[in-house]
């Protein structure tokens, strides 16, 4: 009788600490970790990736420190089971490997369809595989492109798979709905998206845009429209220019290719062994 009583006072505790609350002060916690830190106002730092099919190389990217990964099958084989198998690598080998808890890596899929032609299907297969929260679309060269993929996205089946099933009413692109928990990024990097820069970075559902390939000017003025519209830039930053970068508005800030790292890391300490080899015959 005694445990439970106390059960009910505590319960009766709760709810009146509860109603003391303001209305909307108890939110519901972000599935999407990434869309947490950039609504915070803080930039996001996140690596490229072209090795899907390398587990050893999943498990580096899903411990290593990462707000995102990108996930690039553009340049790539077009396979689904590989997709999948790489978006539950990450999640398993975060979970079982970290040093310190924290939520994996967030994961999204840059498509190996272009906006300029119809990614809807692999948009909606992308999503549904494995624990993706956001797609990035390169190509993007109109306002059309652009809502056509965001209509696959809005609403579009969630995996079960590894635990992550994002409720129906938070299957939408953000911020277009603040509740949102799916990203959509849009790459401009052909004349033709420089010359509708204008409306793609207007278009609603849009969450970020990414310009490469482009003269520095034109990005510079993309830059700006970003800015005024409250659209996220995406960029890649070294050690020497992410600060000046950062104090220019990018937030998805990538440090580059994986295996371009690995490469350069390599070298470095192969290099630098040589030098102690020689200096000690």
């Excluded at 809502?147 to 009413?169: C, D, F, L």
């Excluded at 800030?253 to 040589?274: C, H, N, P, Y």
Aim: charge should be neutral.
């Amino acid at each position: 009788m005694k445990i439970k009583m106390k059960r009910i006072l505590r319960l009766m505790l709760a709810w009146i600490m509860m109603s003391w609350l303001p209305h909307g002060a108890i939110a519901e916690e972000r599935i999407n970790r990434l869309i947490s830190i950039l609504e915070s106002g803080r930039p996001a730092i996140g690596v490229w990736t072209g090795a899907l099919s390398a587990p050893r190389i999943a498990k580096v990217l899903a411990t290593s420190d990462a707000d995102f990964i990108v996930a690039d099958v553009e340049h790539d084989i077009y396979d689904f089971g590989m997709l999948h198998r790489f978006l539950l690598e990450v999640q398993d080998f975060s979970n079982r490997y970290r040093t310190e808890p924290r939520a994996a890596p967030v994961v999204l899929v840059k498509l190996a369809n272009r906006a300029t032609w119809d990614p809807r299907y692999e948009i909606a297969e992308s999503l549904k595989v494995g624990p993706a929260m956001g797609i990035w679309i390169p190509m993007v060269e109109s306002r059309a492109d652009l809502e056509r993929a965001i209509s696959a996205v809005r609403g579009a089946e969630t995996s079960a798979m590894s635990g992550i099933n994002i409720p129906k009413e938070r299957r939408d692109v953000w911020p277009l709905n603040p509740k949102g928990e799916l990203l959509v990024v849009a790459m401009i990097e052909t004349e033709e998206g420089v010359r509708h820069a204008q409306e793609i970075v207007e278009t609603p559902g849009v969450s970020a845009i990414e310009t490469v390939h482009i003269a520095a000017a034109d990005a510079e003025r993309i830059l700006k429209m970003c800015l005024k519209h409250g659209v996220i830039s995406a960029i890649d930053a070294s050690l020497e220019d992410v600060k000046a970068k950062m104090d220019a508005g990018y937030k998805l800030i990538s440090v580059g290719w994986d295996f371009g790292l690995l490469q350069k890391g390599l070298s470095e300490t192969i290099k630098a062994m040589r030098s102690v080899i020689k200096k000690n015959p």
